[in-house]
């Protein structure tokens, strides 16, 4: 059974997913798991947008709050039906990861990386200032840590993961991108490189 923390992140993940495959931006988002809430957050035409995704444990459902008419016109359409499923339940989405075995690692994997992938995104304006940006290496070496330790990752290259933890932090932008790349690789997770 997935906790509802997992259960959070898997969500947010799928809708920055469905919304980048959908041609929209991909928001940051935030979980504020003791209120089972994502914050998701877009930049629109210089303005900010944020739509709240609630759980309800005992009922096993998802509610939308869109705060702008541009959420309710042009993501809630794209993104709802990911909500409005009996598949968003916690009981079937362990279930549904079971008939393609190869599904769960790839995405409790994504989870771990997501604050890596979030950090090299903030810090991407800055790439060619004299900015450290050792903490892209850090979030991404404690995410392989947790994929070492996760049994569900187990069929991951665990020998190259672990020789990726050894290797030191960067301050440079790219050098630190190039690292989050190569544990993204061997965790079979396209690239954060653009």
Known sequence: MMNYQELLRTKALEICEQCAAQGLPKPTFMLIK??????????????????SLYYKPTRQSWTLSPKSDWLKNVVIPVVEPLCASPAASPKETPASSTNNPSALPNIKAQAYFEDARSCLELLRPFATDNVDCSLICQLTRRAVECILSDPACSSLDQVALAACINLPDSPDFFIAKEYLNRCLTLCRISSAAR
Do not use: A, P
């Open 34 to 51: 003791q209120s089972y809430l994502v914050n998701f957050t877009w930049f629109h035409e210089g303005k900010k947008h944020i739509l």
